[in-house]
């Protein structure tokens, strides 16, 4: 079963705007309207290639020395509760 959140991330995946295309007719440059959208980017596929990018950046990382900013972050485990409510101006 999916969590959440993964649910939610490949909504926002197969929700986004694009930059015009060139028609290939007329050469011109043009919004792209819903349905092509749709048609180009609602396949499972793009879902896919973002999860294999995600998992090979992270077995990347992972062989990264241990003094690395990056392979820190990612094995990094805060500690404690962050204060309810808004944060306050300084």
Known sequence: ?????SQR????IRVFTIEPMRDEVTREWRNLHNEELNDLYSS??????????????AGHVSRMGERRGV?????WKPEGKRPLGRTRRR
């Open 44 to 57: 499972p596929k793009i879902v896919w290639v973002i999860r294999s990018r995600r998992m090979r950046w």
């Open 1 to 5: 079963m999916k969590s959440s959140r």
């Open 9 to 12: 991330d490949e909504h926002r």
């Open 71 to 75: 392979y820190r972050v990612l094995v």
